[in-house]
């Protein structure tokens, strides 16, 4: 009856095949997922109204007789070549269910089972989960993607100790604390031996405050000879400030052989987390002209709840001393059966983790956090335990496991914002002016010379002279916007055109092209991307000056080629095809086809001079049935180094900045935001739709983060639309700035320069 089975890695690759082998016009009767990816039972349409017309269809592609049609079908003939195709359906499930194969749970669900029997909470593990990035949807758990994308969130969630050798340069004063029986004491000998391996043991001094436990100084004392530095031991009621002064002060000073030390390590006593001495203790280590930073020891194979309470209470009593813990130290790794717990409450609590260690030799058993390796052991040792608090989560009735989930995710949205933000600052040239304009924008009562300050910022170039990035400028047609009453600012780009939050407004630079050009000379800007093409005279001007160009023309654009005067698609027709680039159009994947021609550009017909050119035309075409989507052209320089092509993709996507621009300026129009001051809200919508255009444009994996924490912080599924991100990235400003009113993160008041 023409039923078929196609298998595929992802649902893509299977309708791809079924298109293939049934054409456009099909019936899908079955879809689900399998090992190794998905099943599409799939018949075609004309198949199944042939049936339902009295018709048997052809067997095989082998018969060539074509069945004579039947008398009109009566009600019986019907149901009889219903049930047969029925039949036939039933009879492949049957096959399928009797194969090896077996229906695999969701990705999401995958990935939560791994992470919660890796030790990690259920909740970590729904803040990460709560919307992975629609490039992985059709991915197995199993997937090197997935894989390190997982990484990824677990490691931006992870703050550790980057630079050793910078801590040891600078120096200072640590004392370890924590809980009894965790290895302070052999962690300080540990610690030191990393320092006199570099440095030599003159530096260097032990101290232990540790009078309770018996053999707790004698101990160190051991230690401190095997590497031949100083050890102090002091007793419960000795100045510990004044030790501290005389340790660290310049030996010239006091004329002590004991003086001038870069490094004091300070073992101190264990204390439960309950111990009301403990918040004494901890006053103790910041007495004197030098108090010490507070490392915390933990032991990774403590149970999640107790490392959690072990936390809060050295936390709390640092804070009441006048400082946050600096620190952490994992110990005990080698004991621990799982690992995720002590990561997941270090993450939480946003501690930065210094050291692990996994023994008692000095100094091997002490390492250097490496945290791909770290993160990567720690999901390697996932496995079903009886003590899984897995299947209690989720046999929870579904409105009290929601009602949970939206309360922790107030709890967490926080961090959430801070990453997403923090990576958007490291990827894009002028995240922080962006927030700035954004807070100060929207701020009850801010001065209305504000956001003029910032535009002079702009124009002096300080942002991208501190910046040092080398980036492109986006040039829109002159004149206003279509819809719109202004012009499109200048949109910065990044080396390979993608748009960048930072604009400049058109109407504050100076008139003409040429005198904006000029005075964007030193902003060092690599390459200028225009949606007009300027005068020869001026394209000559920054050949000249070594700076790449590439403009957007019609192909009814005149230009002499080979000694003919000849439209720029009849021009094309000679060009050579020089390969296809990925794309997406209108929401959905494409390759842009591009092909290049060197020719020649004048002023005017009867000029003799002509500027060489390379002209470019891209036709994108769909990815699955090569049909022809849109068509452009482009003009470019044809000095040499300019890597045009790889280019064409984000010329491209830059043609929908005006639009885009348009679009976020009603939305903020439409949320009653900035309504007070049009220029101020013009220029914030230019740059959240370059922000918003880019990151449905980009296809590195900072950008797929990114899109998918959005959706998560706007609580609906975004993708790659613009639109949906625009509105996302206005949400999670939105939300940064509340929580700074509450104090659940910090402002976002940040240098203009940074």
């Known amino acids: 009856m023409g039923v078929q089975r196609f298998i595929a890695s992802n649902s893509r690759e299977a309708m791809r095949q079924v298109r293939s082998a049934l054409g456009d016009q099909v019936l899908i009767l079955s879809n689900r997922a399998v090992e190794g990816g998905v099943e599409i039972i799939a018949m075609p349409e004309q198949a199944h109204e042939q049936a339902l017309a009295g018709l048997e269809p052809q067997v095989s592609p082998a018969a060539t007789a074509v069945p004579e049609p039947a008398a009109t079908p009566t009600v019986e003939t019907l149901e009889a070549l219903n049930r047969r195709l029925l039949d036939d359906v039933r009879a492949l499930l049957r096959d399928n269910a009797s194969s090896p194969r077996t229906d695999s749970p969701s990705l999401t669900a995958s990935l939560r089972r791994r992470l919660v029997q890796a030790g990690f909470s259920a909740s970590l593990a729904d803040d990460i989960l709560q919307d992975p990035p629609e490039e992985l949807r059709e991915e197995t758990p199993e997937s090197p993607l997935v894989e390190a ?13 980057e630079d050793e050798d910078a801590l040891f340069a600078e120096g200072g004063v640590f004392a370890l604390v924590g809980p009894t029986g965790v290895g302070k004491t052999t962690t300080t000998a540990k610690l030191a031996s990393r320092y006199v391996m570099r440095h030599g043991p003159k530096d260097v001094a032990l101290v232990t405050t540790d009078s309770y436990r018996i053999g707790a100084a004698e101990q160190l ?54 111990d009301q001495r403990l918040v004494g203790e901890i006053s103790r280590l910041a007495e004197g002209p030098a108090p010490a930073r507070r490392v915390l020891v933990l032991n990774a194979a403590s149970h999640g709840d107790t490392l959690a309470q072990v936390i809060e209470a050295w936390q709390q ?31 939480r609590h946003r501690l ?38 897995l299947r209690e989560t989720e046999a929870l009735p579904l409105p009290r496991a929601r009602q949970q989930a939206l309360s922790r995710g107030v709890l967490r949205q926080g961090g959430a914002l801070e990453t997403t933000l923090a990576t958007l600052r490291q990827h894009n040239l002028g995240m922080a002016l962006l927030e700035q304009v954004w807070h100060r924008a929207n701020r009850v009562g801010a001065a209305a010379g504000d956001f003029a300050r910032l535009m002079d910022d702009m124009t002096q170039q300080r942002l991208v002279a501190s910046s040092r990035r080398a980036h492109a400028l986006y040039w829109s047609k002159s004149g206003n916007v279509s819809g719109g009453d202004r012009a499109m600012p200048l949109v910065s780009l990044d080396h390979h055109g993608m748009p960048q939050p930072l604009a400049w407004p058109r109407h504050r630079l100076p008139a003409g092209q040429r005198g904006q050009l000029e005075w964007a000379r030193p902003l060092g800007v690599g390459w200028h991307l225009f949606a007009q093409l300027p005068n020869v005279a001026e394209l000559e001007e920054l050949d000249s000056q070594g700076q790449g160009w590439l403009a957007s023309v019609t192909g ?15 021009a094309m027709a000679l060009g050579e095809k020089v390969g296809q680039w990925p794309v997406r159009h209108q929401g959905r994947a494409a390759d842009l086809h591009v092909t290049r021609l060197e020719t020649s550009l004048s002023q005017r017909r009867q000029d003799p001079h002509a500027l060489p050119v390379v002209a470019w035309h891209g036709e994108v075409r769909d990815r699955d049935d090569g049909r022809r989507l849109a068509s452009r052209y482009w003009l470019g320089t044809a000095q040499a180094g300019f890597d045009a092509a790889s280019r064409l993709p984000s010329a491209l996507a830059g043609d929908a900045l005006p639009g885009m621009t348009r679009q976020a ?46 959706s998560g912080i706007a609580q609906r599924r975004c993708g790659r639309r613009p639109k949906a ?23 976002a008041d940040v240098a203009v320069a940074a």
């Open 149 to 161: 994308w997982l990484l990824r969130q677990l490691r931006s969630r992870l703050a550790w100790l």
């Open 221 to 274: 004392r051991i230690y401190a000879r095997l590497l031949g530095t100083e050890v102090h031991a002091l007793e419960e009621d000795g100045d510990l400030g004044e030790l501290v002064a005389r340790l660290t002060q310049p030996r010239r000073a006091l004329l002590s052989r004991s003086a001038g030390k870069k490094l004091t390590v300070i073992d101190t006593v264990g204390m439960s987390q309950r």
């Open 317 to 347: 009593a640092s804070l009441d001393a006048g400082a946050p813990l600096w620190g952490c130290i994992l110990t005990k790794l080698d004991e621990a059966a799982r690992l995720g717990s002590v990561l997941d409450v270090v993450m």
């Open 352 to 389: 930065k983790l210094c050291y692990v260690s996994r023994g008692q030799r000095v100094p091997e058993d002490l390492e250097r956090v490496e945290a791909d390796a770290l993160l990567a052991e720690a999901l390697s040792l996932a496995g079903e335990s009886p003590f899984d608090e």
């Open 556 to 570: 009814s654009r005149r230009l002499r080629h080979a000694g003919e005067w000849l439209s720029l698609s009849q």
């Open 665 to 710: 300026d009603r939305i903020l129009v439409d949320r009653g935001l900035v309504t007070h001051d049009s220029e101020q809200r013009w220029h914030l919508a230019a740059m959240l739709a370059a922000l918003a255009l880019r990151l449905s444009e980009e296809e590195q994996t900072w950008a797929m983060d990114v899109r998918a924490s959005l």
């Open 725 to 747: 991100l625009l509105e996302a990235l206005m949400d999670t400003l939105s939300a940064h700035a509340a929580l700074a009113r509450a104090g659940v993160v910090t402002s």
